[in-house]
């Protein structure tokens, strides 16, 4: 079973959504997605490393936490990132996400994404044995 990422409509906004085998591993897949968003994540060096430690009561506030965790790196570091390495201990996330600065010519960022949100958040297993990790973020 192959991990991917994907984007889906919604009104204003536009939703991010992971899918892999494991839960850790749709988390990663929705951060590309995230940062997929703001450019594509292969023009996205992957330089410096981000350390990023999230604690949730459960697996979808956990992504919530996780996302907004991202967001908050991206404004204050002034950075993007193309690769993300996540562990999961229950509802504790350990994570590490590489990228660099962000370069204006080169990344081309299209917007600016203020914040992950509730709306259309669902952490699932499907049928298959995937997981499924999604929620819109506001841009």
């Known amino acids: 079973m192959t991990a991917y990422w994907r984007h889906f409509s919604h009104a204003a ?8 085998p494991d839960l850790a591993g749709a988390f990663v897949q929705a951060a ?10 292969q023009r996205v ?13 459960d697996a979808e506030l956990l992504l919530v936490d996780w996302l907004n965790a991202l967001i908050y790196e991206m404004a204050v570091r002034h950075m993007l990132f193309s690769r993300f390495e996540v562990r999961l201990d229950g509802t ?7 990228g660099e600065a962000v ?3 080169r990344h081309q960022p299209a917007v600016e994404v203020k ?7 669902r952490v699932f297993q499907d049928a298959q044995g995937l997981w499924h990790a999604q929620c819109v973020v506001d841009v």
């Open 92 to 98: 504790r996330l350990h994570a590490r996400a590489w």
């Open 103 to 105: 370069d204006m010519a």
């Open 32 to 41: 590309l997605a995230l940062t997929a968003v703001v450019c594509e994540p």
């Open 13 to 20: 906004d536009i939703g991010v959504a992971g899918v892999a």
């Open 115 to 121: 914040g992950a949100t509730y709306t259309a958040l």
């Open 45 to 57: 060096r992957a330089d410096s490393v981000v350390e990023i430690r999230c604690n949730a009561p």
